[in-house]
């Protein structure tokens, strides 16, 4: 298992965070960082359905919040699926349902191209 980071294009933007199982990709994560307000967003995981139960999500979120424990953390309010409900269960999300955004993240969505 390798977990490969696409950084955003523009500060507070969305990184992605890929996760590769023998070199092939079955799950990413987004999340955007401000490291001026020292805050992060989840706003999407995904794991393909025949990886799932394998821990790969946890892997993820720990590859995320590496180096950031003391941030303040949020996620989206993510996709009612049978995934993000076990994902919930299994006490996964490093912060509550209802995203932080900061002036930074709202700033960097009008500098997307
Ligand atoms: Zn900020």
């Known amino acids: ?14 990184d992605r965070l890929d996760v590769l199982v023998d070199g092939q990709p079955v799950g990413d994560l987004h999340l955007r ?3 001026a307000c020292e805050r992060a ?9 025949h990886y799932r139960g394998r821990g790969l999500a946890r892997r993820l979120v720990e590859a995320a919040t590496e180096g950031r424990r003391s941030w303040l953390w949020s996620t989206t309010e993510i996709a009612d699926n049978a995934s993000a409900a076990g994902f ?3 006490g996964i ?4 349902p209802q995203p932080q955004w900061c002036a930074h993240m709202r700033a960097a969505d009008d500098l997307m191209p």
């Open 88 to 90: 919930a269960a299994a």
């Open 41 to 49: 967003v989840i706003e999407h995981i995904r794991i393909d359905r």
């Open 1 to 14: 298992m390798t977990i490969v980071s696409v950084p955003a294009r523009v500060p507070a933007g969305v």
């Open 33 to 35: 960082l401000c490291t």
């Open 93 to 96: 999300w490093p912060g509550p």
